[in-house]
């Protein structure tokens, strides 16, 4: 087993990831995806959360070094950015990313863009700035380089590509002179295509973040049934991954933290950033404890062979890329 996360501090030197002064590194990403009204909470999670529930998480967050805050315009309904521009906390910072509409580029789409999410956000900025999909890659970053250097964008990311893609995003912006920041893709225990054909290795060959949605798929890695639609998507694929629940569940025991966590720190041995989504404050009462937490290599190498038995995936590593062949906005 490659640990990447030895490799990453091998090769760290103080100016890999902090590219502005209002930069921070950070090992875990708090998701705000399900951050939205009831009716979203609801289908999406089963339940819904109170706007007062996720202010206090969030402010347990940030007291707890977690600052940094991953959102999209479309997340929650549209909500997620507008709760974080009217909870108003000065030390979050913020990701963020433009969707292409359409394969077809329009002039001025990314600044136009970035400037609703500046008007939800109430800020000047945003810390991070992601291409959602590799959509016309070349124009979209270059708008994203000119709002850089205005110091509307505090780093740059490609999101949703393939090892090829962010060669070349890299390729673009190192002409800029301006550093590719980091790479956000699906992975987890059972997802683990973007490790098996080289992206995350080259992520740390070029000092790359890379960053990891849907760690838990969707409620998959928690050991137990997901609630709402998920319920009806997912209740068989639980059945066949009961074998790795099982030894998801004795490492767990050994360090006194849940299947979900397991999960999460898998992700954290390996190296890799997890966005992990958070809308109540036991949520960071675990990411605290698992910010302490690596896994030894023969736990890892368990945890990997018997995720490979059980042959179950739930979303591949690059479903949304049929939804840009489709021109679908995310």
């Not at 108003?88 to 863009?113: H, N």
């Not at 609630?227 to 006194?256: A, H, N, W």
């Not at 397991?262 to 992990?276: D, E, Q």
Request: charged share 25%; proline share 3%; aromatic share 10%.
């Amino acid at each position: 087993m490659t640990n990447f996360a030895s490799t990453i501090m091998k090769n760290k030197t103080k100016d890999n990831f902090f590219y502005k002064p209002n930069m921070t590194d950070t090992t875990i990403i708090i998701g705000t995806n399900s951050w939205g009204g009831s009716l979203y909470s609801k289908i999406l999670r089963g339940s819904s959360v109170s706007k007062e529930t996720i202010k206090q998480t969030a402010e347990l967050a940030i007291n707890n070094g977690f600052i940094m805050f991953d959102t999209a315009r479309n997340y929650g309904f549209g909500k997620s950015q507008k709760l974080i521009g009217e909870f108003a906390l000065p030390e979050m910072k913020i990701s963020t990313k433009f969707t292409p509409f359409s394969k077809k580029y329009k002039p001025g789409q990314v600044r136009k863009s970035l400037e609703k999410d500046l008007k939800d956000f109430n800020r000047k900025f945003v810390d991070i700035y992601w291409l959602h999909l590799p959509m016309s890659i070349e124009e979209n970053l270059m708008e994203m380089a000119i709002l850089y250097r205005e110091g509307k964008i505090g780093a740059i990311g490609i999101s949703n590509c393939n090892l090829e893609e962010a060669k070349l995003a890299k390729e673009i912006l190192d002409r800029e002179q301006i550093p590719l920041y980091g790479i956000q893709n699906h992975y987890s225990l059972i997802e683990r295509t973007w490790e098996q054909n080289g992206l995350v290795e080259w992520c740390v060959n070029n000092n790359i973040k890379f960053w990891a949605w849907a760690v838990l798929e969707e409620g998959m890695l928690t050991g137990s049934t997901p609630s709402g639609v998920m319920s009806l998507i997912y209740r068989r694929r639980t059945k066949k991954l009961q074998p790795l629940y099982k030894v998801m569940g004795d490492i767990g025991e050994r360090y006194g933290i849940s299947t979900a966590q397991v999960a999460i720190v898998y992700c954290l041995t390996k190296g890799i950033t997890p966005v992990c989504g958070c809308r109540k404050p036991y949520h960071i009462e675990q990411l605290i404890q698992d910010s302490a937490i690596r896994f030894t290599d023969d736990e890892i190498k368990i945890l990997e062979t018997t995720a490979q038995q059980c042959g179950v995936t739930v979303m591949k590593a690059d479903m949304f890329r049929f939804m840009s062949n489709l021109s679908i906005w995310l």
